[in-house]
């Protein structure tokens, strides 16, 4: 059976930092893409960065240069620093992991990161 599990989310003011993980079990990430999303409150769930088991990170535009997508493989886990962060930064984060952006097969049921101004 595979699972994702997020933590790391919470409450920072604005400017701060959070770092997330993605802890995962029944499936290794090293030989899978990996994604972060986020859902904002009415809003539809967005791409933030990929890590590919081969090939080149990607960000969206928005978090460039804040966010840093990586992957330890001995823990068999993927993190997203997250830097600088702003109100508009407030969300629900969520992992996937096999496949590709947007038919990842595998889901965590995400962490919520709320940045106050």
């Known amino acids: 059976q595979v699972q994702l599990v997020e933590s790391g989310g919470g409450l920072v003011q604005a400017g701060g930092s959070l770092r997330l993980s993605c802890a995962a079990s029944g499936i290794n990430l090293s030989f899978n893409n990996v994604g972060w999303y986020r859902q904002a409150p009415g809003k539809q769930r967005d791409l933030v960065a990929t890590?590919?088991?081969?090939?080149?990170?990607t960000y969206a535009d928005s978090v460039k240069g804040r966010f840093t997508i990586s992957r330890d493989n001995a823990k068999n886990t993927v993190y997203l620093q997250m830097n600088s962060l702003q109100p508009d930064d407030t969300a629900v984060y969520y992992c996937a992991a096999n496949g590709a952006h947007p038919y990842y097969r595998y889901w965590g049921r995400g962490t919520q990161v709320t940045v106050s101004s």
């Open positions: 890590i590919p088991a081969v090939g080149r990170i």
